[in-house]
């Protein structure tokens, strides 16, 4: 009798769900996003966001950084480097005017010292935190979050800059890629450019 028993079939995990590539942002959802958090006064969130954007970093590399990794003192540095967690290589980063206002805020107003994680939580924000953060942001400009995550926000700035300057090396050092086909697979830019050429073409 055993042997005719109906085995169960585990669920796969990715029933139900958009998976691969998450899109990147356009400047209107990156300005949608900022100004909402600015007027609501979500210090942390700001700060958070802003240097999503501008690190480029990894949700796991960005949520490791300590003060002391982007402040000389009190200042807010306008460059850092990090060491990749899953590359193990450092990779350097631009930290806009903007965004080194909402940092300083941010550290002021959580009184936060050199050796504090720049966004604690009870030990440090998890990178299922910092998800579920990204996921409200999008929710809350009528986006669709199972087609924008954390990785949203690493690639927005290389899109934005390859789609204006068509430079794939600048990219690719800008994500501490070792292969550019690494980079090329990243922005989907195969997909990306046939489209845009698609849209400038009249039948």
Known sequence: MDEFQ???????????KLVGQKTSHKLK???AIRVRLQVFS???ELALFDLGIDSKLRACDLLKLKVRDLCHGERVAARAIVVQQKTSRPVQFEI?????SALAEWIRLSGLASDDFLFPSRVHTSTRQYARIVDSWVEEIGLDPTANGTHSIRRTKP?????????L?????LLGHTKLENTVRYLGIGVEDALELAEQTEA
């Open 159 to 167: 899109s934005l800059i390859y789609r204006r300057t068509k430079n």
């Open 42 to 44: 979500r210090k942390r």
């Open 29 to 31: 959802e990156i300005w």
């Open 169 to 173: 090396r600048a990219v690719q050092l």
């Open 6 to 16: 109906i085995r169960r079939v585990p669920r796969p995990w990715n029933k139900g």
């Open 96 to 100: 806009t005017e903007s965004t080194r």
